[in-house]
DNA sequence: ATCGTAAGTAAGCGCACACTTGCAAAACGG
DNA sequence: CCGTTTTGCAAGTGTGCGCTTACTTACGAT
């Protein structure tokens, strides 16, 4: 059993890395230290186990929740935004590489676009929320308010590594702004002075 | 002449739909109806091949201009991400590999790269001209706007076909619905009748 | 002591890959 | 008409791929 689970582990890593055409299976078992024929004795094909390997390391869909009851919606959404951008890039070459490959393996891209979809939806309830609860009177779409942060979440946890003229700088400051940013178009302004 | 520039459009084909390694000489080949040994004689390797035709077909910049001297920044705004983030989608596939293979591939994620950087620029100097010629009082963060506005149009034109739920429709709409969200943040509102 | 199971080792299969060679047929301008 | 360049075609090289086979080793339960 521990000989699986490493293979799971080693497979997902080669494959962010590699890709699927790139991680060939005496690539994986090296990496696992493991012997080639055991990827075969144990999931059949390359196929079975990359599959295996991106739906149970990939889809770990840790998305964290909004309060129920909004109270300081900077503070919140900062927060909530911060872990969620986090956990973005630490899967960030994963979840490259299933985007671009979804053509060939639809299923792959699936578990790799399954977290970013959830944070949307629970970000979207969210925005409900405040409104509801009156800490915002003005009228706005949730849909592109929300697509706009979650894409500002999205794209800084992709492409800053590789486009860092592009995004705010500190990383660590930034979702903070997105989330201020996001604020002020819907009519909370929130002071300079007030931080996370 | 002809057999040349019609292999680097259709290595760019090829490359955009299978990436690096399922860009086979003898797939190139076919795409462009040539015989397969005319890419050796013609480029020398593969590698060299894919190189060119990332490099002329993908590097076109087509990042238009922003008026130099703003007058009505919803439709300016909304005008000008329209047009790139339609040239976006038309390279998305080829933006996403790139991307994903930046690690074994540098020079082909900076050939891709190219275009957002310059839209990002040019943006930002019309940010800063929007406050200059007064179109703007309030003090905003530019990189900041700038960075949610490239990230918006970024992310819809990459990722609209896998996560439709996402992003605001008609595909048609999302753009100035983008430009308002982002100009309502740096205190401009622009009334609901006002279109483009 | 014996058996079943999971693992390692070594060898190999057929195939596709990038790339090469040799030769004949065009295409072209002088 | 000839000479050069470009292309097509057929065959082949060595390498790495996914996957298989046959045999061996280690170990815990019966």
């Known amino acids: 059993m521990e000989r699986r689970a490493e293979l799971l582990r080693a497979a997902a890593r080669v494959y962010a890395k590699n890709g699927y055409r790139g991680s060939t299976t005496r690539r994986i078992a090296d990496e696992a230290r493991v012997n080639e024929v055991t990827i075969f004795r144990q999931f059949g094909s390359k ?43 630490e899967m960030q070459s994963m979840v490259r590489r299933g985007m671009s490959e979804q053509e060939e393996h639809p299923q792959l891209a699936a578990s790799v676009t399954a977290g970013p979809i959830k944070a949307s939806n ?4 969210y925005l409900v929320r405040l409104q509801s609860h009156g800490l915002v009177t003005e009228d706005f779409d949730h849909k592109v308010v929300s697509s706009m ?26 979702c903070s702004l997105y989330a201020r940013t996001v604020l002020k178009s819907i009519g909370i302004d929130v002071p300079e002075t007030a931080s996370v």
């Open 47 to 89: 196929d079975a186990l990359i599959h295996e390997a991106i739906a149970t390391c990939g889809g770990v869909e840790m998305v964290p929740d909004l309060p129920l009851v909004p109270s300081d919606p900077c503070a919140e959404l900062t927060r909530w935004g911060s872990t969620v951008m986090e956990h973005m890039r």
């Open 149 to 174: 942060f979650i894409s500002a979440l999205f794209t800084d946890a992709l492409e800053r590594d590789s486009m860092p003229e592009l995004f705010p700088t500190p990383l660590s400051a930034a």
């Open 122 to 125: 629970v970000l979207r309830a």
